[in-house]
């Protein structure tokens, strides 16, 4: 199906053709350029040879991240299944659009077209996602019904040609925890009614993100900024940055299942989507030290409360990268002092960055029962 094809079903739909008809004060006319603004904006190209040269120019900065996957064979099973597939996932980074989709690509696994923010789409990056790798730019904060009801469209008349990646979050985690999931994205993708869909939950987690310390300093978003401004934090922040990235993927839930009309169903599948990835997630053990430190602490202290927490995020099903206090601080002390997270003198480790402390320990808390929660208490 081509763009124009895309563009003109959109325009054919019900929901769309009420809002062209024009609104108290608005003609036809005056709505129908409203509309048809929004479905130019919204409309994107994928194109995969170029899509997949990206990652040379990308290299200095997707060196730095060493990409790991768990069960990527449940996507591949889907896609060998002749099935029409939705990816659901959390939201931590900016270089979530990076390397989610390199590690399908990694795997031979055909490319989704992504759903990001609007404010990706400015300059140079602007004109790859609109016609490269084919991101789609959403409005989140959009309440215009008309734009509503078009963007609900296109999604749906785009699933009938391409699988989608979407972050159920909406924007990016500032506290650093799993955040409240949006349906109206994946109502819109149920609402194109193939029996063939299947929504494969996917969590993604890193040992440190690249923003932590500018999202730990806001803790609440305040506003949209340009994403260049955010580059250029970014790009002072990736001085001497490493970390992994584990991108883990659930078992395929076949959307079929939830109407699409009923909002109680709509919000089964939400809650069990945001059950699923809070379990795929990647306990690392920067999140443990995080979770078991105190403003000042001793070496053994920290094991043991990092000990008492494994076992509390067991009984929750966690997936642990670690199995033991010892474990987790010789994997993370040294990188987070390196970091500027912590310093360490002699036997004692101290919290140099609070915020930064705080961020990592509540992206476990979705895993902790108010037991498990009192050992996040600095």
């Not at 004060?25 to 409203?34: K, L, P, V």
């Not at 270089?95 to 609007?118: C, F, K, T």
């Not at 300059?123 to 084919?134: D, F, I």
């Not at 309440?143 to 972050?167: G, Q």
Request: charged content about 25%.
């Amino acid at each position: 199906m081509r763009a124009e094809d895309i563009a003109e079903a959109v325009l054919a739909r019900d929901e769309v053709v009420r809002h062209l008809r024009g609104a108290e004060g608005e003609s036809a006319h005056q709505a129908t350029i409203r509309v048809q603004g929004y479905l130019d904006e919204l409309q994107t190209t994928q194109r995969y040879r170029m899509y997949r040269a990206l990652q040379h120019p990308l290299y200095p900065i997707l060196r730095k991240i060493d990409r790991r996957q768990e069960h990527v064979a449940r996507a591949q099973a889907a896609v060998d299944a002749g099935h029409r597939i939705i990816y659901a996932s959390n939201h931590k980074s900016h270089i979530d659009y990076l390397v989610q989709p390199l590690v399908l690509d990694d795997n031979g696994i055909r490319p989704p077209v992504i759903a990001a923010g609007i404010n990706l789409f400015g300059g140079a990056l602007g004109l790859l996602h609109r016609h490269v790798t084919g991101a789609i730019p959403i409005r989140r904060d959009m309440r215009d019904p008309a734009y509503l009801a078009t963007l609900k469209a296109y999604i749906s008349e785009v699933l009938h040609r391409h699988d989608l990646f979407l972050y159920l979050e909406g924007g990016r985690s500032y506290s650093g925890e799993l955040k409240p999931f949006k349906t109206g994205l994946l109502h819109a993708a149920a609402q194109a009614r193939r029996s063939d869909t299947v929504v494969i939950p996917v969590a993604v987690a890193y040992d440190f993100v690249l923003e932590d310390v500018i999202l730990a300093r806001q803790r609440i978003k305040r506003g949209q900024r340009a994403f260049a401004w955010e580059v250029a934090e970014m790009v002072r922040y990736a001085v001497g940055y490493q970390s992994r990235a584990v991108v883990n993927f659930g078992a395929p839930i076949a959307l079929a299942d939830y109407d699409p009309d009923g909002r109680r169903s709509m919000l089964q599948l939400s809650r069990r989507l945001r059950t699923d990835i809070g379990r795929l997630y990647k306990v690392l053990p920067v999140a443990l030290v995080s979770a078991a430190m105190r403003p000042s602490i001793g070496r053994s202290e920290l094991e043991d409360r990092i000990d008492r927490l494994i076992e509390i995020l067991k009984m929750a099903g966690a997936n642990l990268d670690v199995r033991s206090g010892r474990e987790a601080a010789d994997a993370a002390t040294e990188a987070m002092e390196a970091r500027g997270i912590i310093v360490i003198q002699g036997d004692r480790h101290r919290i140099r960055q609070r915020n930064v402390i705080r961020y990592y320990s509540r992206t476990i808390q979705h895993l902790l029962s108010d037991r498990g929660r009192s050992a996040l208490t600095h």
